[in-house]
T-cell receptor
């Protein structure tokens, strides 16, 4: 009974390609996030959606476009992939309340070759 | 801006010893401070958290302390075991926003 699930788990692709990562949560949360974890393990927020509305957009290249079709889903589409995009991407969800725990998906390891 | 500093970046202890990881945050509006454990190849998972109206919280071998005046909070693990080996992240969240700002992580190694 996975709470936050994202697919695929591994993604290897060539430079210049376009790819998508999907995320779904069944926790009834109203807020979802995308985090990027680089080779140094640093977790950096990219986007946050609350009730399907974009509320946080950190300094992320325009090639990254999140889409939230409903509260339970937040997908990440990446255009024109670059070598520097290689990282582990984590989806997470929580309630909007400031004190709510965030639950993470299992991560998608993206490798751009 | 919002920033969370975490130290040390690596920590090696003998089994049975205690481990302490420290974090400082910059935004005084932060009100929620969780700690996550990430094992190799796995997702970050919450191990303990503390709210701003509490100075200390304990859960078995794990404890967190918060000093709001100094904007410091710390994770204490007692009687460490090899399975405690992982990367630990502190984080902070503002009262008016939903995002967690993470520290840089501490790689804890517990030697048997």
């Amino acid at each position: 009974d996975t709470a936050v699930s994202q697919t695929p788990k591994y993604l290897v692709t060539q430079m210049g390609n376009d790819k998508s990562i999907k995320c779904e949560q069944n926790l009834g949360h109203d807020t979802m996030y995308w985090y990027k974890q680089d080779s140094k393990k640093f977790l950096k927020i990219m986007f946050s959606y609350n009730n399907k509305e974009l509320i946080i957009n950190e300094t992320v290249p325009n090639r990254f476009s999140p889409k939230s079709p409903d509260k339970a889903h937040l997908n990440l589409h990446i255009n024109s992939l670059e070598l520097g995009d290689s990282a582990v991407y984590f989806c997470a969800s929580s309630h909007w309340d400031r004190r709510a725990e965030a639950f993470f998906g299992q991560g998608t390891r993206l490798t751009v070759v | 801006g919002e920033n969370v500093e975490q130290h040390p970046s690596t920590l090696s202890v003998q089994e049975g010893d205690s481990a302490v990881i420290k974090c400082t945050y910059s935004d005084s509006a932060s009100n929620y401070f969780p700690w996550y454990k990430q094992e190799l190849g796995k997702r970050p998972q919450l191990i303990i958290d503390i709210r701003s109206n509490v100075g200390e919280k304990k859960d078995q071998r794990i404890a967190v302390t918060l000093n709001k005046t100094a904007k410091h909070f710390s994770l204490h693990i007692t009687e460490t075991q090899p399975e405690d080996s992982a990367v630990y992240f502190c984080a902070a969240r503002k009262r008016s926003g939903g995002k967690l700002i993470f520290g840089q992580g501490t790689e804890l190694s517990v030697k048997p």
